[in-house]
Nanobody, 123 residues
Framework: QVQLVESGGGLVQAGDSLRLSCAAS????????LGWFRQVPGKEREFVAA????????YYADSVKGRCFISRDNAKNTLYLQMNSLKPEDTAVYYC????????????????WGQGTQVTVSS
C-alpha cells in the first residue's frame, strides 16, 4: 500500500507561482512512477504531468508544458509540481498518483491516489 498526501494548494492570482508537494508513506517510493492529475467539478480528471521512478523521464499535458515542472526527491519520499505563470483555467483540485512500472498519462493506469489539494487562480 502507498499513502499519498498532497499539500501546497491555495488561492493565488493569475501570473503567480505555486509548488505542490505529495508525501508518500512507503519504503519503496523509488520503485513507483508518479503523476499529477487535476479535476474541476463536472469534468473528468485530466492528466497534468508524470515522472518515471528515477526521474529521468517526464511527460506533460500540452496545457501546462513550459509552465509546470514535475520533480521528485526519492530520499524524502516526495513528489513536486512547480507551477508558474498560473492561469484561471488552472483552477482545480490537484491529485498525485502512483503506479508500479513506467510513467503513464492515463488515470486508469495508476493504483494509488491522494485526497487532493485545491488550487484556485483568480483573474
Amino acid at each position: 500500500q502507498v499513502q499519498l498526501v498532497e499539500s501546497g494548494g491555495g488561492l493565488v492570482q493569475a501570473g503567480d507561482s505555486l509548488r505542490l508537494s505529495c508525501a508518500a508513506s512507503t519504503r519503496t517510493f523509488s520503485r513507483y512512477a508518479l503523476g499529477w492529475f487535476r479535476q474541476v467539478p463536472g469534468k473528468e480528471r485530466e492528466f497534468v504531468a508524470a515522472i518515471s521512478w528515477g526521474g529521468g523521464t517526464t511527460y506533460y499535458a500540452d496545457s501546462v508544458k513550459g509552465r509546470c515542472f514535475i520533480s521528485r526527491d526519492n530520499a524524502k519520499n516526495t513528489l513536486y509540481l512547480q507551477m508558474n505563470s498560473l492561469k484561471p483555467e488552472d483552477t482545480a483540485v490537484y491529485y498525485c498518483a502512483a503506479r508500479s512500472g513506467s510513467a503513464q498519462q492515463t488515470q486508469q493506469a495508476y493504483d494509488y491516489w491522494g485526497q487532493g489539494t485545491q488550487v484556485t487562480v483568480s483573474s
